[in-house]
T-cell receptor, first 116, second 117 residues
Framework: EPEVTQTPSHQVTQMGQEVILHCVPI?????FYWYRQILGQKVEFLVS????????KSEIFDDQFSVERPDGSNFTLKIRSTKLEDSAMYFC??????????????FGPGTRLTVL | AQKVTQAQTEISVVEKEDVTLDCVYE???????LFWYKQPPSGELVFLIR??????QNEISGRYSWNFQKSTSSFNFTITASQVVDSAVYFC??????????????FGTGTQLKVEL
């Protein structure tokens, strides 16, 4: 069964460093998302991406964040200068459609980011 | 603005008991979608069920069933004959009508379900 994959599973970085989190969405999906979950808290929306551009972003997704789909399969989240409060689990998700019958989002296993 | 409330922080049951997880949502849209996701201790998010706002028919799928009531803005989820493997955090989520660029999910704070022998 197709699934969303994410690498690495765990990333440790120093405060101020740049990190890139990688995701491979399900191949026939058109909509891509990033969410984060601070330990013990709820899952929060960061950004949605469709047709090679950001379609919506939350207030969390400030100038230090960026997303890219560098080729036909990968979807990346870059954090330019990490802060301690960026430590969280980052989930990538994809959906076949944006609304209607097939809009359920399938999530990857997550990347745990630890900022020291 | 959309909002999801899961008032139950933690529920403990004994195996084979039925358990209902509560979810109350707020939205201004007339078209929206409701979801339940499961997050086992391993951390991944597993899609369980989806419901459209224009279909209030309640259904049963195996040991899972849900009760969607627009009048009370509730979307409760029931596990029948719970098993230890059901132990997880369960998230209710809402997305509003199609905006053309995808639909963000707004999650509740989750309910930790512990099923004991």
């Amino acid at each position: 069964e197709p699934e969303v994959t994410q690498t690495p599973s765990h990333q440790v970085t120093q405060m101020g460093q740049e990190v890139i989190l990688h995701c491979v969405p399900i191949s026939n999906h058109l909509y891509f998302y990033w969410y984060r979950q601070i330990l013990g808290q709820k899952v929060e929306f960061l950004v949605s991406f469709y047709n090679n551009e950001i379609s919506e972003k939350s207030e969390i997704f400030d100038d230090q964040f960026s997303v890219e789909r560098p080729d036909g399969s990968n979807f990346t989240l870059k954090i330019r200068s990490t802060k301690l409060e960026d430590s969280a689990m980052y989930f990538c998700a994809s959906s076949e459609l944006g609304g209607g019958a097939s809009n359920e989002q399938f999530f990857g296993p997550g990347t745990r980011l630890t900022v020291l | 603005a959309q909002k999801v409330t899961q008032a139950q922080t933690e529920i403990s049951v004994v195996e084979k008991e039925d358990v209902t997880l509560d979810c109350v949502y707020e939205t201004r849209d007339t078209t929206y979608y409701l979801f339940w996701y499961k997050q086992p201790p391993s951390g991944e998010l597993v899609f369980l069920i989806r419901r459209n706002s224009f279909d209030e028919q309640n259904e049963i799928s195996g040991r899972y069933s849900w009760n969607f009531q627009k009048s009370t803005s509730s979307f409760n989820f029931t596990i029948t004959a719970s098993q230890v493997v059901d132990s997880a955090v369960y998230f209710c989520a809402l997305s509003e009508g199609f905006t053309g660029g995808g639909n963000k999910l707004t999650f509740g704070t989750g309910t930790q379900l512990k099923v004991e022998l």
